[in-house]
């Protein structure tokens, strides 16, 4: 949590729970995608996206002492982020290019999202907007096909959480 790996908890949730369930669903991702070996990232992406987590920290003696009172090293945070760039790279290729949505299918995402689309409090016009609207259907059926797949990869796993 202190280094922004695991999203907040949502809706009333426990958070140290939101943690763990991110923590084990990120791992049960990772033996996944250790089958398949996507390419390594570049080590420029990983210094690219290790310098917001670094960010985070009003200075390096700060940036030094949590990685100190977690135990974590610079490595570990790099193998971390070069791990979670491979998870991305896994997800984009396996569920992201197979799906295109026909006009008819984004038109109708446009109307039932129309809140989605306003500015100034007024409704954007769709041809404005269409592929605004076919990235963000892309993006949910995306979401909800990984959403799937982790929950396939839970079923077949036996996971024990034990009780504080």
Same mark, same amino acid.
């Given at each position: 949590m202190r280094f922004g790996f695991v999203p907040d908890a949502q809706g009333g949730q426990d958070r140290v729970r939101a943690a763990l369930d991110a923590l084990i669903e990120r791992r049960l991702q990772l033996i996944e995608v250790n089958r %398949?070996? +996507? +390419?390594?990232? +570049?080590?420029?992406?990983?210094? !690219? /996206?290790?310098?917001p987590i670094h960010a985070r920290f009003e200075s390096q003696a700060a940036f030094e002492n !949590?990685? @100190?009172?977690?135990? *974590?090293?610079?490595?570990?945070?790099? =193998? $971390?982020?070069?791990?979670?760039? $491979?998870? &991305? #790279? %896994? *997800? /984009?290729?396996?569920?992201?290019? #197979?799906?295109? +949505?026909?006009?008819? &299918? *984004?038109?109708?995402y446009y109307a039932s999202h129309e809140s989605e689309f306003m500015r100034n409090g007024s409704l954007r016009p769709y041809e404005e907007v269409r592929d605004e609207a076919r990235k963000r259907l892309l993006d949910e059926r995306t979401a909800a096909l990984v959403r799937e797949w982790? =929950?396939?990869? /839970?079923? /077949? @796993?036996?996971?024990?959480i034990l009780p504080r």
């Open positions: %398949y070996l +996507p +390419p390594e990232p +570049p080590a420029a992406e990983v210094d !690219a /996206r290790l310098a !949590a990685m @100190t009172e977690t135990g *974590v090293t610079l490595d570990q945070l790099r =193998a $971390r982020v070069r791990d979670d760039l $491979r998870i &991305e #790279s %896994y *997800v /984009r290729q396996r569920f992201g290019g #197979s799906y295109q +949505p026909g006009d008819d &299918e *984004v038109a109708r982790v =929950a396939g990869l /839970r079923r /077949r @796993t036996d996971i024990t």
